[in-house]
């Protein structure tokens, strides 16, 4: 249903007249309100538990007093009910209760990493008494290890069970149970150790004492209150979940989430919460590298060195070959200044049309008017996924797509607040309270989304294992949300498929014309995609080119391309591994042997870096001030770390590069190129760094295009395996993969390793194959990976998923875009890695 | 009484008892065909058992049995005395999902035996009880969840079942009629807690044993979110009686607010201790003297825990109290599961506070903090007391420990911890006081001597 307006009731507070939200129970209003009320069992995800007793209250209704005093916790407001929070019986309840709670805990808050920012501790210094009272023998248990992150000291736990419940019922992993009983019980870990941890890190945040803490921030960063705040957003999807990253003397101390309503409610996922080890990996590249010439000699020099360098070798193509002779390419996780600065650069300095931002949303051949305001214009906020009745995912595994968005659906279908239809290549956790599931085998994401549409509108072929889904989406009468990830950018023709979901968007709205919106929202591959999008795209969006700015002459492909013919002279790759992401690896490869000069610009070395002649040192997103966009067009800030490490925004670098080839410089500061996307795009509002809201803002395109969408219902064939190469391969983004910033984060050196084929239990017994065995996978076009097998149930018969970013193994190695089928082969020997 | 239970078997009649459910155990009724036979649902009734279930199933509209109970005034048997008519019509009518019947067999309270004897060894009175109970609210699956422990109540229960299905009394057409009646015999593992009534439907649904928040209440959302009415064996078992000799006849008995019989379980310092059937309103002295033999010679009662081990104790001199729900109260104790605990003046109280503490500490579920706390803090006291490291300070300190659980815990376990405590500081701080003045208290091996007579 589309979000509703809150009824309200009025109540008494405190002798204060008040009114609360009728649906929410008083606990949470009151507190709102400003009435103190303590708790630590109550927790805003979970349901009501009523366990700690400290939110007791006196309450009267319908002019009797309730013989107990009441949990607020529970508590549902209603018409003439009085409630007193600080009356004097309530106070000693708390006391009694705070006695209680306090027998077992240790008195060490002077060592305790919750010091500051513990609710037993400030319900101490409102309530607790004096002295002590109990002096029998406490309960001592020694610490232990939740999982790879979390740290349990028992000595300090509570028993308010909210991790427990959050494990049962947020999460759902059941990794925390209570075991015994009484004053005996402790919680105990039940991780699964084939299963990487998704979400336990945001027990940490609910743990209401210093009872779980972090791995990597116990005893390390020390105070909560001596550490700075920088508001930031997740770096790791296009959620854009929010973020404080906490700085402390001059060093990351750790990263908890900035409870947005609107985007994450606080909940973000492990990668995400711990990833921050990346930023100050001793890793980490803050001096120019120079590779040249022969062998693997390579000098160090430093940053305005190696930016003098990189501009001798620029001007000197430019200079020679003319206009359009360098290839510039940025990866998907940069700022929006940055693909700004970029922009410029090439337009101003470098005078090419041969740049390409973020990862190629389109395909090979490029964008059209109707695929771009597709992605411009028929998305929802996230709050409107949320409130949408029915979310149909499409090839899209949320959980390591979108994890913190993939959650809250996962708990609003568990809920029974949402229905969610999934279809994908494979299965997954994320459709575990899916109402319908369809596994449609790698590959056949077209044929699916044009059998639908053809199903909803009548017209064409159907095939029958989507009629069952195709019924569901005809009758929904509300809101409904279509999700699509990763499935149409890896797929053979996104562009295609762009056009295909439009039209199944329009028959599903077609279908149910009591619904006020059906929204078609694409999970991007990276956390500023849409920023990219809107740089490299920006005419196709109503924008207007300016400044001395050039349109991109293609996609990234076209750019490869020419790079690859010779026609380029030298590949500026700023902070993007195109070697092992980029699906076409061949055609990588041949450009980067093609061009004369290869500079790479980024934190961190990737495969790509090492086959640069150069690489410049760049900050990583928590160095400098900048803004992204998420998948909800959601234009926020990401704010530099409290952290003394300095590195130079992508911004001084092409200033410092144009500099040395005697340019102008491209702007002065990141306000400058923001007021010239103000400027050029209708709709965009005019913001700076320092006013953008702490919320984000919302953008909406005012000149978006009337692309038409194309509408094909001709089916395409199924993709199947042959006898020779049975299983088709599926290239699956995980939450933990190749990625810097899991890469560089130490915490997860443990986690989700080794990366391993994923195949159907059958399968694996038809080819004699067992758990662990090393095979090879040989591909129909000859190519050949060597990964060991993990049987897994979600795998359909027939398919192989692998991770799509492994540095040792890339999947782009079979793959050219087009589906990849492989025959297994059992290797000798153990495994390297 | 029941052969096998030589505890039993020096059991006094008395003109005051008007067996209901103990007929079958006289009449050693254990069969099917043994219970339709001769079976009588009052004693000088005609025999025949699963008449009154027939004639309810063919003929009594849900909306009459109700009335029938709520006009005989049944109340609930398991503790709280609950009017179970009332319960009963507290299912929604309107919500489309299966109801349950939950019969409480779990018998924990410390003191009580009496389900475990009805289940043993008049099965089918409960089996007849419970296909009425269905028919009131609509519900065709029963569940009687028995603790662990008691393995011949679960093999017994368990065989009378077959035998009724067997014999088509339960199954899809009971008696040949269109209203399918299942019965189940759930064990449980052995908690306390689980006899608690949210507990016990977390048990029966797999998970762990932890109170639920009442509002919903079961009747509205039980086991598996559907409405869900729970029972003590003994109110279903009392059921078949009221339908076959009457309202009027069950309205005859007992005093005008608890109306009919209850099943007492004496146990402690008496001659005889046993399990009788009686009206409510017999005073707890006729039930102590005549029933249970009285005290051994030269003892004098010092005290009497009237409803099993969460009550308070009852000082002598309201030895006389007539043993019904509202007189109890007014004497500032509670009837509870009517399991009378008789202590004499070889009983030291502090002993039998630690050893309840002890109880209630290991079988506190952990759920709330001032009953997983608070229980093990007095056991601790306790514990120290009776080692010889009393302080005078104890006794106040027990009282706030008291007064922070009483009332305040999440489920009535704690209540019934605290309960007993209150009551022993209240009312008995001499024997408290003779620790602290005699390091280490008086009377050992007095008191080995008593705990053994106390079984």
């Known amino acids: 249903m589309a979000k509703k307006p809150t009824e309200f009731v009025e109540i008494e507070i405190d002798d204060q007249l008040v009114s609360l939200p009728k649906d929410q129970v008083v606990l949470w209003s009151a507190r709102a309100l400003g009435f103190d009320i303590p708790h630590f069992c109550a927790h805003k ?24 005093l009441q949990t607020t916790c529970s508590l549902m407001p209603a018409e003439g009910m009085k409630i007193w929070t600080r009356h004097p019986e309530v106070i000693q309840v708390r006391r009694e209760q705070l006695e209680f709670h306090l027998l077992n805990h240790p008195l060490e808050c002077p060592v305790c990493d919750k010091g500051g920012e513990c609710m037993l501790q400030d319900q101490t210094m409102d309530h607790g008494m004096q002295e002590g009272r109990y002096i029998e023998q406490k309960k001592v248990r020694p610490d232990a290890m939740m999982n790879d992150y979390i740290r349990l000291n028992y000595k300090r736990c509570i028993h308010c069970k909210r991790c427990v419940n959050y494990a049962t019922d947020i999460d759902g992993s059941f990794f925390l149970q209570f075991v015994e009983r009484g004053a005996e019980t402790f919680i105990e870990s039940f991780a699964d150790p084939t299963e990487a941890p998704r979400f336990t890190g945001n027990v ?17 960063m020390g105070r909560s209150w001596e550490q700075e705040l920088a508001p930031s957003v997740g770096s790791l999807d296009s959620v854009g979940a929010n973020i404080w990253l906490n700085g402390r003397l001059g060093d990351v101390a750790r990263i908890v989430p900035r409870d947005n309503p609107d985007i994450d409610n606080g909940l973000i996922d492990d990668a995400t919460r711990f990833s921050w080890e990346c930023i100050e990996d001793e890793r980490r590249v803050t001096r120019a590298i120079l590779r040249d010439g022969e062998g693997d000699g390579q000098e160090s020099l430093s940053r305005l060195k190696g930016e003098e360098e990189a501009a001798r070798r620029l001007l ?8 359009d002779s360098i290839g510039v390419i940025a990866g998907g996780g940069l700022n929006t200044e940055d693909y700004l600065a970029l922009r410029a650069f090439c337009g101003r300095v470098l005078d090419t049309a041969y740049y390409h931002c973020g990862d190629e949303l389109f395909g090979p051949q490029g964008p059209d008017e109707a695929a771009v305001a597709v992605l411009g214009g028929r998305f929802g906020e996230l709050s409107d996924v949320l409130a949408a009745s029915t979310v149909l995912s499409l090839g899209c595994d949320l959980f390591d797509e979108a994890p913190s968005l993939g959650l809250r659906i996962d708990i609003a279908a568990r809920r029974g607040q949402l229905t969610l239809l999934s279809a994908r290549g494979h299965g997954s956790d994320t459709d575990r309270f899916a109402s319908l599931f369809l596994n449609y085998g790698p590959g056949n994401l077209l044929r699916v989304v044009r059998g639908l549409t053809n199903a909803l509108s009548g017209e064409g072929e159907v095939p029958p294992e989507l009629e069952e889904l195709a019924e569901r989406l005809r009758g929904i009468g509300d809101d409904c949300a279509i999700l699509v990830g990763q499935e149409l950018w890896r797929s053979e023709n996104p562009l295609e498929l762009l056009h295909a979901l439009e039209a199944l968007r329009g028959v599903i709205e077609i279908n149910n014309p009591e619904a006020e919106a059906v929204y078609l929202n694409p999970v991007y591959p990276a956390a500023n995609s849409v920023g990219a999008l809107l740089v490299n795209d920006l005419a196709l969006l109503g924008g207007s080119s300016s400044n001395g700015t050039r349109p991109p002459a293609g996609s990234l492909h076209a750019v490869l391309e020419a790079a690859a013919s010779g026609k380029l002279k030298a590949l500026l790759i700023v902070d993007s591994d195109v070697l092992t992401c980029y699906p076409d690896r061949a055609l990588v490869e041949r450009a980067l042997s093609a061009v004369e000069h290869v500079i790479y610009c980024g934190p961190f070395a ?25 998948m909800e067009w959601r234009l926020q800030k990401r704010s530099r770390a409290s952290i003394d490490s300095v590195a130079p925004s992508l911004l001084d670098v092409v200033n410092s590069i144009a500099a040395a080839m005697d340019c102008e410089h491209v702007a002065a500061d990141a306000d400058e190129l923001l007021a010239d996307l103000a400027r050029a795009v209708p709709g965009v509002p005019r913001v700076s760094l320092e006013t953008v809201p702490a919320a984000g803002v919302l953008l909406r395109l005012e000149g978006l295009p009337d692309g038409k969408t194309r509408i094909v219902n001709t089916l395409p064939d199924v993709v199947s395996g042959t006898a020779e190469f049975p299983l088709v391969v599926a290239a699956k983004r995980f939450l933990y993969n190749d990625r810097q910033e899991i890469r560089y984060s130490r915490v997860f050196d443990q986690v989700a390793k080794p990366f391993a084929a994923h195949v159907h239990p059958d399968d694996l017994e038809r080819l004699g194959l067992a758990d662990g065995d090393e095979v090879a996978l040989q591909s129909d076009n000859g190519e050949e990976l060597t990964l060991p097998v993990k049987p897994a149930r979600w795998v359909g018969p027939g398919s192989v998923v692998i991770n799509d970013y492994y540095v040792k193994q890339p999947a782009n190695q079979l793959a050219g875009g087009a589906p990849v089928r492989v025959a297994l082969n059992k290797l000798a020997g153990v495994r390297e890695d | 009484m029941a052969k096998g239970k030589p505890y039993l078997q020096n059991g006094v009649r008395h003109e005051c008892i008007t067996p209901v459910t103990t007929l079958d155990i006289e009449a050693g009724i254990r069969k099917l065909a043994d219970y339709r036979a001769k079976a009588r649902y009052v004693p000088d009734g005609e025999p025949g058992g699963y008449r009154a279930a027939e004639h309810v199933l063919r003929d009594v509209s849900p909306e009459e049995i109700i009335e029938r109970a709520k006009t005989a005034g049944l109340r609930g048997k398991g503790g709280a005395g609950f009017p179970a008519g009332l319960k009963w019509s507290f299912v929604p009518k309107d919500k489309p999902v299966p109801r349950y019947l939950a019969i409480n067999g779990d018998e924990g309270e410390p003191g009580t035996f009496k389900d475990r004897f009805l289940m043993e060894d008049a099965p089918h009175r409960l089996i007849e009880g419970a296909i009425i109970a269905c028919k009131s609210f609509g519900a065709h699956q029963a569940y009687c969840y028995i603790r662990g422990e008691f393995y011949d109540s679960i093999r017994l229960l368990g065989e009378a079942v077959k035998e009724a299905y067997a014999e088509g009394i339960l199954g899809d057409r009971p008696f040949g009629v269109d209203y399918p009646i299942h019965f189940a015999v759930h064990t449980g593992a052995g908690a306390y807690i689980c006899g ?11 998970e762990r044993g932890h109170p639920r928040m009442k509002p919903p209440f079961p009747a509205v959302e039980g086991l598996w979110r559907c409405p869900t009415i729970i029972n003590n064996v003994e109110t279903i078992a009392t059921v078949p009686a009221i339908f076959d000799a009457g309202e009027d006849w ?48 030269g003892r004098k009662l010092k005290a009497v825990i009237p409803g099993g081990s969460s009550c308070p104790l009852m000082k002598p001199e309201h030895v006389d109290t007539p043993f019904d729900y509202e007189s109890v109260m007014q004497a500032g104790s509670m009837l509870g599961s009517a399991a009378m605990i008789v202590l004499d003046d070889t009983v030291d109280i502090v002993e039998v506070m630690r050893n309840f503490c002890h109880f209630y500490a290991h079988e506190s579920c952990g759920k709330c903090t001032p009953c997983r706390e608070g229980t093990r803090w007095m056991l601790q006291i306790h514990e120290r007391i009776v080692n010889g490291g009393g302080r005078p300070e104890d006794l106040a300190l027990l009282h706030d420990i008291v007064l922070g659980i009483e009332a305040k815990s999440f489920c009535p376990l704690g209540d019934a911890a605290a309960w007993p405590v209150k009551s022993a500081v209240e009312r008995y701080p001499e024997e408290y006081e003779r620790y602290f003045e005699t390091a280490g208290g008086g009377g050992e091996e007095e008191h080995e001597e008593t705990m053994a007579e106390a079984g």
């Open chain 1, 204 to 220: 940490i945040d609910m743990c209401p004492v210093g009872a779980l803490t972090a791995r990597n921030y116990r005893f390390k």
């Open chain 1, 316 to 323: 000197a193509v430019s200079s020679e070959h003319g206009p």
């Open chain 2, 196 to 206: 608690e009534e949210t507990s016990m439907l977390s048990s029966i649904m797999g």
């Open chain 2, 250 to 297: 069950f309205t005859a008995r007992g005093t005008e607010r608890s109306p009919g019989i209850k099943v007492v379980s004496v146990s402690g310092c008496v001659r005889n201790p046993g399990w009788w059937e009686i009206e409510y309103g017999t005073p707890i002295s006729t039930i102590i003297n005549e029933l249970a033999g009285g005290l051994r010679p």
């Open chain 1, 606 to 630: 990737t495969p790509t870096s090492e086959a640069a002649h150069l690489h410049l040192p760049l900050g990583t997103w928590a160095h400098y001030d900048g803004t992204v966009l998420s």
């Open chain 1, 45 to 68: 995800w979970l349901e009501p538990y009523g366990a700690c007793r400290m939110c007791l209250a006196k309450v009267e209704l319908g002019g009797r007093m309730m013989p107990k």
